[in-house]
């Protein structure tokens, strides 16, 4: 019997816990066979197929109570779990009472403790299945016995790290370091583990995301095998290279990128027909001419996902060679790419698309903040730029126009929300934190992004192929409910039933919250209403675009869904695509879209975090001061307040609103004051002040600045008072005493 027929029978005569000897006498084992038995039924317990209970008993996931999943912690002590056989069932609360001797990000296997048809299931957990991360980031502090020990940067990491003598790499108390845990804690003693890097003091430029790429378990050097390839390829394209490809070298081609942009993956020419209509080119850098399937830059590719961006660098899916040398389109110089030719009417309706492997040569990279400067008809934006290309950008630009309102006419829903902007001066250590700001060159090469992404997934979706799709599914009507209840409360509707509820509801009312002190709020309970976009085989559509087919096609060097969805549209193209083929891409692509989609949220994670602490730390030096702000959320513990500058985020505690009780308003995301009737809501805006800044918890602590005078001045007041003389006696209110409290003994207490 192979370990694939016990787990078979298993769930067909597993009911109820059972030890291995019941369990052998009901499978019928034969003496010579036990030996395997146990062996494989070991395996399946040490994998979590089944769980190991006290008494040497069995039981399968999600019968008898028992669930196995992955414990995520909160850092107040308490956890959660998802069963991995059914997500859609909820989480077990594990309170800290039940924890075991799990840690943060281990699989565990958990007994439902709390009553059938409870509102709040919790469970207790009885084994650690299988350790997460055997490598932490902490700060070094040593007790008062003078032994090392590493405090987690991870929070929901419960316990101090013990280093033993030698183990420690000579780190000094507060310095950021790597360590790893060589003894997992029981119920006795706490982790014990060892410093293998030690990364420097926590204010020292590049420590902060060093310690966040650690954390994250993102590693920055590429793989020896990967680094060797990229090197063999050379710098330059290679005549066989050449050979049947369509050559685009004579279009008018550029790049449109930011300023600061560290790879050049898409490239753009628009033509004017003598019709009116357009043709608009875009290539993509043929990464995927390069990268084979199976090689060793596509392995390190593949486990990463896609790049991670960070203020001070970049972590790149490929080796500089290719992400910003061979595959980078730079100006003047001839790269390979796959494009994407759509051929329009003068309404900017496609009527034809055309795939090629073809070869461009950039005539120039330009910045969005040059482009918008000629588009905007800035002084002398134009003089910056090669005349020849002037005309074309306001051919780009009536095409744009004419795209946006196509998309917008069927529905897609434009969120335009600035994010954190980060300025580092010469030393590395944050000069200004802002707003970003978007404009039409940013959006115009946005809006030919998307209509190639389109074309593409579409042409895949015609030749029925299987292909890895960029889906976003419609949020759930229970959300939507909630939602509409609270914009309702501000005078606003979707004007839909939830279940009925379509892309263009949401961006009607966007267009009506537009430029009024409710617009960032809305559109961020709005985003915190739709569902996560991730990469799928089954193609589920784009509802936050009002698509029926979209894909990733426009940033191989960055993405790898992308790389896939390349080498995918080639065999398209060539009839590759048959028979054994399509069974192993039916067999493949599934567990490459769940990965992709698991390292895309893992990068976003690792980013946010990263910002958030150099905001945090930027704020370190301005406690005390005063700024204007907008209440961005409203929670039973406190207002979020967003600051117009710097753009950072802190919290205004309840405790800290002294005029009044305030009691909180879910559905009106506002808190009003019991005895004044004051309210502070979504979108309104403030004035704070910078009370405190907690470097450990990565949080900024703000207070009404109208709240704390009021504070300060009634303290003041009460000082003054209490250093007057006392009244005399008679004129004192008179008090009848009350009898004294005594104990058992008879003693006061």
């Known amino acids: 019997m192979t370990r694939d027929e016990l787990l078979r029978s298993l769930q067909a005569v597993l009911e109820r816990p059972a030890s291995a000897r019941e369990l052998q006498q009901r499978l019928h084992v034969p ?20 769980i190991a209970l006290r008494g040497h008993r069995y039981a399968l996931p999600g019968r008898a109570d028992h669930v196995i999943g992955v ?8 956890g959660f779990v998802t069963p991995d056989h059914d997500p859609a069932s909820g989480d077990l609360y ?25 509102r709040r299931k919790e469970g207790r957990i009885v084994r650690v299945v299988e350790r997460g991360a055997a490598r932490i980031v902490g700060q070094v502090a040593a007790d008062v016995a003078g032994r090392v020990q590493v405090v987690p940067f991870d929070r929901r990491m419960r316990d101090r790290v013990v280093v033993p003598p030698g183990e420690s790499r000579n780190a000094a108390p507060g310095d950021m370091v790597e360590i790893e845990i060589t003894r997992w804690p029981t119920a006795t003693r706490g982790p014990v583990g060892r410093v293998i890097e030690v990364l420097g003091q926590p204010d020292a430029p590049g420590v902060d995301t060093s310690v966040i790429l650690r954390r994250h378990g993102i590693v920055e050097a590429h793989s020896p095998g990967a680094v060797a390839e990229a090197g063999w390829l050379g710098a330059e394209v290679r005549p066989q290279d050449y050979e049947g490809r369509t050559d685009f070298r004579g279009d008018l081609t550029v790049t449109i990128d930011g300023d600061d942009a560290r790879d050049f993956d898409d490239a753009v020419s628009v033509v004017r027909s003598r019709t009116g209509g357009y043709t608009l080119s875009v290539h993509i850098a043929d990464v995927s001419h390069y990268v084979k ?8 590719a593949l486990d990463r996902g896609t790049s991670v961006y960070f203020p001070d660098r970049a972590v790149h899916m490929f080796p500089a060679e290719l992400a910003t040398g061979l595959c980078s389109l730079r100006p003047g110089v001839d790269r390979l790419v796959q494009s994407c030719v759509i051929e329009m009417d003068a309404g900017g309706e496609p ?19 040059g482009v918008n400067a000629v588009l905007t008809g800035q002084p002398g934006s134009e003089a910056a730029i090669d005349a020849a290309i002037v005309p074309m950008l306001r051919e780009m630009h009536a095409l744009f126009r004419l795209l946006r309102d196509r998309r917008r006419r069927r529905g897609s829903i434009d969120f335009d929300l600035p994010e954190a902007e980060i300025r580092l001066d010469e030393e590395g250590q944050v000069a200004a934190i802002t707003a970003s700001e978007r404009n039409d060159a940013h959006r115009l090469i946005e809006e030919f992004m998307l209509l190639a ?14 292909a890895i799709y960029r889906i976003h599914e419609p949020p759930d009507p229970s959300k939507v409910e909630i939602f509409d209840a609270f914009v309702a409360t501000l005078g606003y509707g979707l004007g839909a039933p939830a279940a009925a509820v379509r892309p263009r509801h949401f961006q009607q009312l966007v267009d009506r919250v537009a430029g009024t002190a409710v617009e960032r709020p809305v ?15 089954a193609n589920a559509g784009h509802f936050g675009l009002a698509m029926p087919t979209y894909t990733h096609f426009t940033s191989p060097i960055r993405r790898y869904p992308d790389l896939v969805v390349h080498r995918l549209l080639r065999a398209v193209r060539r009839g590759e695509v048959t028979g054994a083929r399509r069974d192993a891409l039916e067999d493949e692509l599934p567990a ?15 980013e946010r975090e990263l910002v958030q602490w150099k905001k945090v730390r930027f704020m370190a030096d301005r406690i005390g001061e005063e700024f204007d702000g907008y209440v961005t959320g409203v929670s039973a513990f406190g207002l979020f307040v967003e600051l117009v500058e710097p753009f950072v985020e802190g919290l205004v505690h309840l405790s800290t609103l002294a005029d009044d009780e305030y009691r909180y308003l879910e559905s009106a995301h506002a808190i009003h004051g019991v005895r004044s009737r004051r309210v502070y809501r979504l979108g309104d805006r403030v004035r704070v002040r910078v009370l405190r800044v907690d470097p450990d918890r990565r949080l900024i602590d703000l207070g009404l600045a109208s709240q704390i005078d009021a504070m300060l001045d009634g303290a003041s007041t009460r000082r003054r008072e209490a250093g007057r003389p006392r009244r005399p006696a008679s004129e004192r209110r008179r008090h009848t005493p009350r009898q004294p409290l005594r104990g058992r003994a008879g003693r006061r207490r």
């Open 31 to 50: 003496r010579d066979g036990r030996v395997t038995f146990r062996r494989h039924l070991h395996a399946l317990a040490a994998e979590g197929a089944v």
């Open 71 to 78: 414990l995520q912690m909160h850092p107040d002590g308490y």
């Open 94 to 118: 594990i309170p800290r009472s039940h924890l075991h001797e799990a840690l943060h990000g281990d699989r565990v296997a958990v007994r439902q403790v709390s009553p059938r048809g409870e």
């Open 293 to 300: 399937a199976g090689s060793a830059l596509d392995t390190d």
């Open 351 to 369: 009527c034809r698309v055309d795939f090629h492997d073809g070869i461009i040569r950039s005539r120039a990279r330009l910045t969005y903040t």
């Open 453 to 466: 992404n389109e074309s593409v997934a579409a042409e895949l979706e015609r030749r029925e192929v299987p």
């Open 523 to 537: 559109a961020f309970l709005m985003l915190r209403t739709m569902s996560q976009a991730r990469y799928d085989t």
């Open 592 to 606: 490459v879209a769940a990965h992709a989609s698991q390292r895309e949220r893992r990068a976003a994670d690792a």
